[in-house]
């Protein structure tokens, strides 16, 4: 099955600066890759998600990169914020398995006002 | 709010009870999935349905665990004789039809087995 690492586990920042959290997949079949953020005791939230026919993605201060031949896709957040602050999931998903998620460990991110 | 809605948030149960979650998933996805998330960890993938029928179980879900979605609607989880490693969050989440990737997550419902 689908195994997603996700580097690095936590992750400061001073406000401003930017953000890159990486991740990895195994199955070459995973063609779906979103990135959640769950602030505490709070539901994981979409925020932006790619497919695998394309390799970059921008939503104003977030964007996604996608490496299929490397496979691995990496978040970016610009101009960093206290809001930002939260844990931020990525996943992978092949369509040919129902769109079940296949999530990684999470990285802690901190915003320092 | 139309989001998905999960029932109870929290349920403390003592060890060997056995404890029922219901999931509301958003109105006429077809799709709806339970995962289970750990402190610190990522959500692990349970099981799920499309309508009414089950497709998918992963090997995490043990035989005390049954899911059920009788009318493509509302879904259930029940686990029996609850164990301490059962303490976790459990996540419900839907997609809108085949081939629409997108999952809306509920709020969980937070398991504490004493």
């Known amino acids: 099955g689908e195994n997603v690492e996700q580097h690095p586990s936590t992750l400061s920042v001073q406000e401003g600066d930017s953000a890159v959290i990486k991740c990895t997949y195994s199955d070459s079949a995973s063609n779906y890759f979103p990135w959640y953020k769950q602030e505490l005791g709070k539901r994981p939230q979409l925020i932006i998600d790619i497919r695998s026919n394309v390799g970059e993605k921008k939503d104003q201060r977030i964007a996604v990169t996608l490496n299929k031949t490397a496979k691995h896709f990496s978040l970016h957040i610009t101009e960093t914020q206290p809001e930002d602050s939260a844990v931020y999931f990525c996943a992978a998903s092949p369509a040919a398995a129902g769109n079940k998620l296949t999530f990684g460990g999470g990285t802690r991110v901190l915003v320092k006002p | 709010d139309t989001g998905v809605s999960q029932n109870p948030r929290h349920k403390i149960t003592k060890r060997g009870q056995n404890v029922t979650f219901r999931c509301d998933p958003i109105s006429e996805h077809n799709r709806l999935y339970w995962y289970r998330q750990t402190l610190g960890q990522g959500p692990e993938f349970l099981t799920y349905f499309q309508n009414e029928a089950q497709l998918e179980k992963s090997r995490l879900l043990s035989d005390r665990f049954s899911a059920e979605r009788p009318k493509g609607s509302f879904s259930t989880l029940e686990i029996q004789r609850t164990e301490q490693g059962d303490s976790a969050m459990y996540l419900c989440?839907?997609?809108?039809?085949?081939?629409?990737?997108?999952?809306?997550f509920g709020q969980g419902t937070r398991l504490t087995v004493v």
């Open positions: 989440a839907s997609s809108p039809r085949q081939g629409a990737a997108e999952a809306f």
